[in-house]
């Protein structure tokens, strides 16, 4: 919200500098976005009388202007402007100043031929109106050579970031009624009698919608003169960053940001019959201000005539009954709309507006009548009229909440005491009534423009925000003595592990978005998806149920600007539903490769692809620094149809139980995220991992290396070629526990001596011997229980 501190010191006497305000504000939990004081950009104008104006020589249209800045030497300067002129004072940007509206930067140079030292400015030029059909004008007693910064004077602009909850600071008066409870001045009181009206109301205003439009109120303004409003009704809405429109929508406007009670006006002839607050009616549809056309659902709230819809109630008015040039009686509508119904309606028709903003966080229901009345003396006073009387239908809802008080709160919760004095000084400032039993506790009643304020801890925030949180003195938590016990849980430790080790294996972290499009989403969907009702955005509704869509679509983006080789990985939640619909949040880790696992070469020649294999590699290490038993899984198939079936598997503790899943993407899903060539994946699901049990159980046992030295054998198994190389090497780790430490496959023959439809598996397994050196006898007997191993999974040692 933006507003110039002329306008705030209309509504609040104070002598307070732009920069004090500012910092008053952001205490307040008002926070400062930005001061702007656009007098700070025409340092470099200067006030400037023509002397003398000739006509150019190679120019009809442009004159030769003689020029006084009051220091005995004119300049020349060349100007096209109709209204240049001998004796006219204006502004003059001299060289060295940058034009506001665009820019550029003034010098001396030559125009026609004629050199120009600057160039007489208009209005539209300095960025302080449209009008650009002449240069400045300005009074003929103002002081030449003056900055034209200093004789306009500093109006600083605050942009104000106001938070959901503080509905009262939707308006200027409201902002100043929290800068005076806290002693930056004195707020001025509305200055508007009740306006007695002087015939009956023309027109029937009535709601037959109490639940969205509880309260209508409204009046008709006969014999009013449309046209622009005055300038510092114009200035007030620019420094908010509103167009001013014509005098009876600036009207509306200014009371609604100076208030925070938008408020409509209706041009009467544009009305048929009585006008009323009600449900659209199916198929109904309202061209708003906006130029769109919007479709209305049967429970939205409308503002109708007989004829059709004039307005979306609350948040924008129509085209068809909008105020003109020509316009000459008006029909003004105050009205309170329920908040719930109104923030409903606008994210139906992603419409927002600034009555939408306000009526949605709450506006004052207490505000009416006072609203009306000055939204009238504006218009009589700038448009002239006659007023009818007020037609008043329904009744706000007025009832104020009251909630008993201990001001020893102030010091308990808010961790500073604050006197009982000071603290019925600042809540009476904001408007709240207290009542002191003789229990020394307090009934407190809230403002009907606080609703906000639900309990005895909100009133505590008011008095400590207004008392100062500069002041809460900084108290440090009680500390046991000795060396701190760790706080991170047994996943939290989990986490950092993994995600160390992921960055030394050359992996970059992503952070992605919880949230996905649905078309993504979908392809790593084994369910239901979840939807979120109110989402940021449609291209951000659904619940992501895997983080690869997140990381596919960062090594998208990544290998289209120029990347040959993404290595990205993730650790998060995916969101699943449960059993019942029940939602099921789960831990997870996703790598994504893709591009070049090794760049071209004299010695490689082409790039290298990432393959399966190379996400097999990442989701072993992974799960062996995740605390899983690596050596015991089992590599299995079904990994998904997201997946190549020909080039994934899972990796599984038990047939049941899946630790990770790995391999190329299916080409479908690849082209779906616009990916070309193998992409690598993994995912781990990490609550699937089993905890390690006992206390230090995540400490490294101690290494005690052995005193004899290892033994090295190789097997070589004529095995059925669909018999996965994971299992022979299981098989063979357990043949004999005690003695095999290692093994691994380090050949995989097929062709020539090997019998249709086998394969030969070269093992190479490592004894270690404890007590003493095998001997003989010793080795056969390890190797008899190794080829008895291999026979129970149809294999045969090769001669």
Same mark, same amino acid.
């Given at each position: 919200?933006?507003? &110039?501190?002329?306008?705030?010191?209309?509504?609040?006497?104070?002598? %307070?500098? #732009?920069?004090?305000?500012?910092?008053?504000?952001?205490?307040?939990?008002?926070?400062?976005?930005?001061?702007?004081?656009?007098? #700070?950009?025409?340092?470099?104008?200067?006030?400037?009388?023509?002397?003398?104006?000739?006509?150019?020589?190679?120019?009809?249209?442009?004159?030769?202007?003689?020029?006084?800045?009051?220091?005995?030497?004119?300049?020349?300067?060349?100007?096209?402007?109709?209204?240049?002129?001998?004796?006219?004072?204006?502004?003059?940007?001299?060289?060295?100043?940058?034009?506001?509206?665009?820019?550029?930067?003034?010098?001396?140079?030559?125009?026609?031929?004629?050199?120009?030292?600057?160039?007489?400015?208009?209005?539209?030029?300095?960025?302080?109106?449209?009008?650009?059909?002449?240069?400045?004008?300005?009074?003929?007693?103002?002081?030449?050579?003056?900055?034209?910064?200093?004789?306009?004077?500093?109006?600083?602009?605050?942009?104000?970031?106001?938070?959901?909850?503080?509905?009262?600071?939707?308006?200027?008066?409201?902002?100043?009624?929290?800068?005076?409870?806290?002693?930056?001045?004195?707020?001025?009181?509305?200055?508007?009698?009740?306006?007695?009206?002087?015939?009956? $109301?023309?027109?029937?205003?009535?709601?037959?919608?109490?639940?969205? $439009?509880?309260?209508?109120?409204?009046?008709?303004?006969?014999?009013?003169?449309?046209?622009?409003?005055?300038?510092?009704?114009?200035?007030?809405?620019?420094?908010?960053?509103?167009?001013?429109?014509? %005098?009876?929508?600036?009207?509306?406007?200014?009371?609604?940001?100076?208030?925070?009670?938008?408020?409509?006006?209706?041009?009467? %002839?544009?009305?048929?019959?009585?006008?009323?607050?009600?449900?659209?009616?199916?198929?109904?549809?309202?061209?708003?201000?906006?130029?769109?056309?919007?479709?209305?659902?049967?429970?939205?709230?409308?503002?109708?005539?007989? #004829?059709?819809?004039?307005?979306?109630?609350?948040?924008?008015?129509?085209?068809?009954?909008?105020?003109?040039?020509?316009?000459?009686?008006?029909?003004?509508?105050?009205?309170?709309?329920?908040?719930?119904?109104?923030?409903?309606?606008?994210?139906?028709?992603?419409?927002?507006?600034?009555?939408?903003?306000?009526?949605?966080?709450?506006?004052?229901?207490?505000?009416?009548?006072?609203?009306?009345?000055?939204?009238?003396?504006?218009?009589?006073?700038?448009?002239?009229?006659?007023?009818?009387?007020?037609?008043?239908?329904?009744?706000?809802?007025?009832?104020?909440?009251?909630?008993?008080?201990?001001?020893?709160?102030?010091?308990?919760?808010?961790?500073?005491?604050?006197?009982?004095?000071?603290?019925?000084?600042?809540?009476?400032?904001?408007?709240?009534?207290?009542?002191?039993?003789?229990?020394?506790?307090?009934?407190?009643?809230?403002?009907?423009?606080?609703?906000?304020?639900?309990?005895?801890?909100?009133?505590?925030?008011?008095?400590?925000?207004?008392?100062?949180?500069?002041?809460?003195?900084?108290?440090?938590?009680?500390?046991?003595?000795?060396?701190?016990?760790?706080?991170?849980?047994?996943?939290?430790?989990?986490?950092?592990?993994?995600?160390?080790?992921?960055?030394?294996?050359?992996?970059?972290?992503?952070?992605?978005?919880?949230?996905?499009?649905?078309?993504?989403?979908?392809?790593?969907?084994?369910?239901?998806?979840?939807?979120?009702?109110?989402?940021?955005?449609?291209?951000?509704?659904?619940?992501?149920?895997?983080?690869?869509?997140?990381?596919?679509?960062?090594?998208?983006?990544?290998?289209?600007?120029?990347?040959?080789?993404?290595?990205?990985?993730?650790?998060?939640?995916?969101?699943?539903?449960?059993?019942?619909?029940?939602?099921?949040?789960?831990?997870?880790?996703?790598?994504?490769?893709?591009?070049?696992?090794?760049?071209?070469?004299?010695?490689?020649?082409?790039?290298?692809?990432?393959? #399966?294999?190379?996400?097999?590699?990442?989701?072993?290490?992974?799960?062996?620094?995740?605390?899983?038993?690596?050596?015991?899984?089992?590599?299995?198939?079904?990994?998904?149809?997201?997946?190549?079936?020909?080039?994934?598997?899972?990796?599984?503790?038990?047939?049941?139980?899946?630790?990770?899943?790995?391999?190329?993407?299916?080409?479908?899903?690849?082209?779906?995220?616009?990916? &070309?060539?193998?992409?690598?994946?993994?995912?781990?699901?990490?609550?699937?991992?089993?905890?390690?049990?006992?206390?230090?159980?995540?400490?490294?046992?101690?290494?005690?290396?052995?005193?004899?030295?290892?033994?090295?054998?190789?097997?070589?198994?004529?095995?059925?070629?669909?018999?996965?190389?994971?299992?022979?090497?299981?098989?063979?780790?357990?043949?004999?526990?005690?003695?095999?430490?290692?093994?691994?496959?380090?050949?995989?023959?097929?062709?020539?001596?090997?019998?249709?439809?086998?394969?030969?598996?070269?093992?190479?397994?490592?004894?270690?011997?404890?007590?003493?050196?095998?001997?003989?006898?010793?080795?056969?007997?390890?190797?008899?229980?190794?080829?008895?191993?291999?026979?129970?999974?149809?294999?045969?040692?090769?001669?």
């Amino acid at each position: 919200m933006k507003f &110039a501190l002329s306008w705030l010191q209309a509504l609040l006497d104070t002598k %307070a500098d #732009a920069r004090t305000i500012a910092e008053k504000l952001t205490s307040l939990g008002l926070e400062i976005e930005g001061v702007e004081d656009a007098s #700070a950009a025409l340092k470099k104008f200067r006030v400037a009388r023509v002397l003398t104006a000739e006509r150019h020589p190679q120019a009809d249209k442009l004159q030769v202007l003689s020029v006084d800045l009051g220091d005995g030497t004119p300049l020349q300067v060349v100007c096209g402007a109709p209204n240049a002129r001998a004796g006219l004072v204006g502004v003059l940007g001299v060289p060295g100043a940058v034009v506001p509206a665009n820019g550029m930067e003034l010098r001396k140079s030559a125009i026609r031929g004629v050199e120009s030292n600057g160039m007489m400015c208009s209005t539209r030029e300095l960025g302080l109106g449209e009008e650009h059909d002449g240069i400045i004008e300005l009074p003929a007693d103002a002081p030449i050579g003056t900055s034209f910064a200093d004789y306009l004077g500093s109006d600083p602009v605050f942009d104000v970031a106001i938070t959901p909850n503080r509905p009262d600071c939707m308006g200027v008066h409201g902002i100043a009624r929290d800068l005076a409870a806290a002693g930056l001045g004195v707020l001025k009181p509305i200055d508007v009698a009740p306006i007695t009206g002087s015939f009956p $109301c023309p027109v029937e205003v009535r709601t037959d919608d109490p639940e969205g $439009c509880p309260a209508f109120y409204g009046r008709v303004i006969r014999g009013v003169k449309n046209g622009p409003s005055p300038q510092w009704l114009q200035d007030r809405l620019k420094s908010a960053g509103q167009r001013p429109i014509s %005098a009876l929508v600036d009207i509306t406007n200014y009371v609604m940001l100076g208030y925070g009670r938008p408020a409509h006006a209706y041009d009467l %002839a544009k009305l048929t019959g009585a006008v009323c607050a009600r449900n659209a009616r199916e198929g109904e549809t309202c061209l708003a201000l906006n130029g769109k056309e919007y479709a209305l659902e049967p429970w939205m709230t409308v503002i109708a005539d007989e #004829a059709g819809v004039h307005d979306i109630a609350g948040i924008m008015g129509g085209e068809h009954s909008g105020c003109s040039d020509d316009t000459t009686d008006v029909l003004l509508e105050v009205a309170y709309f329920t908040p719930a119904n109104i923030a409903r309606t606008g994210q139906a028709l992603a419409l927002t507006s600034d009555a939408r903003g306000r009526f949605e966080r709450g506006v004052d229901p207490a505000f009416l009548d006072t609203g009306l009345d000055l939204l009238t003396s504006l218009i009589l006073e700038i448009c002239g009229g006659e007023p009818s009387e007020v037609i008043r239908a329904g009744q706000p809802p007025l009832a104020r909440k009251s909630f008993g008080y201990d001001p020893a709160l102030a010091g308990n919760l808010g961790g500073i005491d604050v006197a009982n004095g000071e603290q019925k000084r600042i809540l009476a400032a904001l408007g709240f009534e207290v009542f002191e039993d003789l229990a020394k506790h307090w009934d407190v009643t809230v403002p009907t423009w606080r609703p906000d304020v639900d309990g005895a801890p909100d009133i505590v925030e008011e008095v400590i925000r207004v008392h100062g949180l500069d002041a809460v003195p900084s108290t440090p938590l009680p500390r046991a003595d000795g060396v701190a016990k760790p706080t991170a849980t047994p996943a939290q430790m989990q986490e950092r592990r993994i995600r160390r080790a992921a960055a030394a294996r050359g992996l970059n972290e992503a952070v992605t978005w919880s949230f996905l499009p649905t078309s993504e989403a979908a392809h790593f969907a084994d369910g239901d998806l979840w939807t979120l009702a109110n989402p940021i955005s449609e291209d951000l509704k659904t619940m992501r149920p895997s983080l690869l869509p997140g990381l596919l679509s960062a090594a998208r983006r990544n290998l289209d600007r120029g990347a040959t080789s993404v290595r990205l990985f993730e650790i998060g939640r995916r969101y699943l539903r449960g059993e019942g619909g029940a939602s099921d949040e789960q831990p997870s880790l996703a790598v994504v490769l893709a591009g070049e696992a090794a760049p071209r070469g004299w010695a490689t020649g082409k790039a290298k692809p990432f393959d #399966a294999f190379d996400a097999k590699a990442e989701a072993l290490a992974l799960l062996a620094e995740a605390g899983a038993p690596v050596d015991n899984l089992q590599v299995m198939g079904e990994a998904g149809s997201q997946f190549h079936p020909g080039q994934s598997a899972t990796l599984r503790l038990g047939p049941k139980t899946v630790l990770a899943r790995f391999g190329l993407l299916h080409p479908t899903t690849a082209k779906a995220f616009d990916l &070309a060539g193998p992409v690598a994946v993994v995912e781990l699901f990490l609550g699937a991992i089993p905890a390690r049990k006992g206390p230090g159980s995540f400490a490294r046992p101690h290494f005690a290396p052995p005193a004899l030295q290892a033994v090295t054998r190789d097997y070589a198994f004529l095995v059925p070629a669909a018999l996965p190389a994971g299992d022979l090497l299981r098989a063979v780790r357990g043949a004999d526990k005690a003695n095999v430490v290692a093994a691994r496959v380090f050949d995989d023959f097929r062709g020539q001596g090997v019998p249709e439809g086998h394969k030969s598996l070269a093992v190479e397994v490592t004894l270690q011997p404890v007590e003493k050196s095998y001997d003989e006898a010793a080795l056969k007997a390890i190797t008899d229980k190794i080829v008895a191993a291999g026979a129970k999974l149809g294999g045969v040692l090769r001669a």
